[in-house]
Nanobody, 123 residues
């Protein structure tokens, strides 16, 4: 059974930082591309960042220069380091796993999803 479990969300002031983690089980993690998405209230889920199984990375424009995605295959974990947070970053953040070597910004390309972790940025 595949499980993705996110952690690290919380309440932070604008300008602060958070590090999200997502631990995968039930899959050979190194065979999967991984992504982070987010969904704010009354908005559609949107792409944030992704990494290929070889460690290549890709970011949404809103995340470039502030967020960093990384992975540790030995720990079956993908991270999202978020710096200089803004109130508009407030959302539930989800990690997702995609079979194959590449990353994708399309949510439909992902096979498995976590339950999400809430990030709230106060102004």
């Amino acid at each position: 059974q595949v499980q993705l479990v996110e952690s690290g969300g919380g309440l932070v002031q604008a300008g602060g930082s958070l590090r999200l983690s997502c631990v995968a089980s039930g899959v050979t993690f190194s065979n999967y591309g991984m992504g982070w998405f987010r969904q704010a209230p009354r908005k559609e889920r949107e792409f944030v960042a992704a990494t290929s199984r070889s460690g290549g990375t890709y970011y949404a424009d809103s995340a470039k220069g502030r967020f960093t995605i990384s992975r540790d295959n030995a720990k079956s974990t993908v991270y999202l380091q978020m710096n200089t947070l803004k109130p508009e970053d407030t959302a539930v953040y989800y990690c997702a796993a995609r079979r194959g070597p590449y990353y994708s910004s399309a949510s439909a390309a992902y096979n498995y999803w976590g339950q999400g972790t809430q990030v709230t940025v106060s102004s």
